[in-house]
């Protein structure tokens, strides 16, 4: 067995990292990224990646603040429950929803990372947007990114897609991030990933 290291992060992966590490903190003492973009674009393997080279950086889901009932009505919790407390560089303690249960059932925490990542539908909006030192936009179409979703998820969950299709539409519409994100990533789906393939600037460029 080898004990060699592992290559250093390329490609995106590495760009991402390196703008995380330049810019300034705007939460407090935390550097706040925020992943957004169409549900199924492949948010949460970038999240897992970043973490994993940012030795093992927190990450918040917006998943876990999303509910049946409110799907995007968690910016105040956000703010309360969470940014408020990293802010001050403490711990940021909230209830997390279980989609099959259909309630707020568990128990989550974050502490005040140099790095926190914030993963989800809805991370660049606009009351998110001033705490943040990065924003990524998975560039995605939105009928590909959910025809992932619904293949991942089976025929059982249609209903809820078409809901959840519907609201994000709206929610978009009226709050869109992907005009203010600071990297636009357009992965590419390899097995059961989709590792990002390349990039383009955003906002700074």
């Known amino acids: 067995m080898s004990d060699a290291a592992p290559p250093p992060p390329a490609g995106p992966l590495a760009d991402v990292l390196a703008r995380t590490r330049a810019a300034p903190p ?11 973009g169409h549900a199924g674009s492949g948010k949460s393997t970038l999240a897992r990646r970043l973490s994993a080279a940012l030795d093992g950086a927190p990450v918040v889901h917006l998943d876990d603040l999303a509910s049946h009932a409110s799907f995007f009505g968690w910016a105040e919790t956000l703010a309360r429950d969470v940014l408020g407390p990293l802010e001050r560089g403490g711990t940021a303690r909230y209830r997390g929803y279980d989609w099959e249960r259909g309630g707020f059932t568990r128990d989550l925490t974050c502490s005040a990372a140099p790095v926190v990542l914030l993963e989800g539908v809805g991370a660049g909006r606009r009351a998110v947007r001033p705490y943040l030192s990065l924003l990524v936009w998975m560039d995605v179409p939105a009928a590909t990114a959910w025809a992932r979703g619904r293949r991942r998820d089976g025929p059982g969950l249609a209903d809820f897609w078409r ?12 709050d869109p991030s992907c005009p203010h994100a600071d990297m636009l990533i357009t992965p590419a789906r390899t097995g059961e990933g989709w590792p990002p393939k390349e990039s383009r600037a955003g906002r700074d460029g």
């Open 26 to 36: 705007r939460l407090g003492r935390v550097r706040l990224v925020g992943i957004d």
């Open 163 to 174: 809901a959840w299709e519907a609201a994000e539409l709206r929610h978009f519409a009226d």
